[in-house]
């Protein structure tokens, strides 16, 4: 059974719009989130992250949102760009597993010029 | 700069076969994972170590078996490769208080 769920396998925005990616979590132990992006060939890297003490954190053009009451966060990248294309994962992490993040399936981003 | 790394970087074997994925990280980071990438499952967890000579199991264990003799090291092991362990593998390791899992570049291990 998913714990955490990205429903949307891909997301095409225009360069210059929003683009909001979206994450679902069943498991309310979860207490840090995070979003990884990946580029194909290449490992997954860290792109932001938000403690379930919080609502928001916001890093440069990247946002993230948390609304535990939903279980829920969203990833928002204002202005898109066309290097922002790629696979992005949402994550989360329990105080009992420590450390190691359970990952969503990835939405692929396309940002077209 | 410290760093992990995973070697090979791609591999072809035959079923039935052992078959061992090494890797190796600079930042001396107690926890070492696997996970395994697979089109529509996203990455699952396949082992977990929190230190030398600590190894548990993780979501989708059956199969593989890890060892952690040293610090820097977790090879993970596919004792008789299965057609249905073609997969890209990628470790990762992360210390202590680190927010986030730090990457190698993958290895893509084809079973025929």
Known sequence: DQQVKQNSPSLSVQEGRISILNCDYTN????????????????????????????????????????????????????????????YFCAARTPSLFYIPTFGRGTSLIVHP | DAEITQSPRHKITETGRQVTLACHQTWNHNNMFWYRQDLGHGLRLIHYSYG??????????????????????LPLTLESAASSQTSVYFCASTGEGNTEAFFGQGTRLTVV
Do not use: C
Request: proline share 5%; net charge negative.
């Open chain 2, 52 to 73: 030398v000579h600590d190894t548990n199991k993780g979501e989708v264990s059956d199969g593989y078996s890890v060892s952690r003799s040293n610090t820097e090291d």
């Open chain 1, 28 to 87: 309310s132990m979860f207490d840090y989130f995070l979003w990884y992006k990946k580029y194909p060939a290449e490992g997954p890297t860290f792109l932001i992250s938000i403690s379930s003490i919080k609502d928001k954190n916001e890093d440069g053009r990247f946002t993230v949102f948390l609304n535990k009451s939903a279980k829920h966060l969203s990833l928002h990248i204002v202005p898109s760009q066309p290097g922002d294309s790629a696979v």
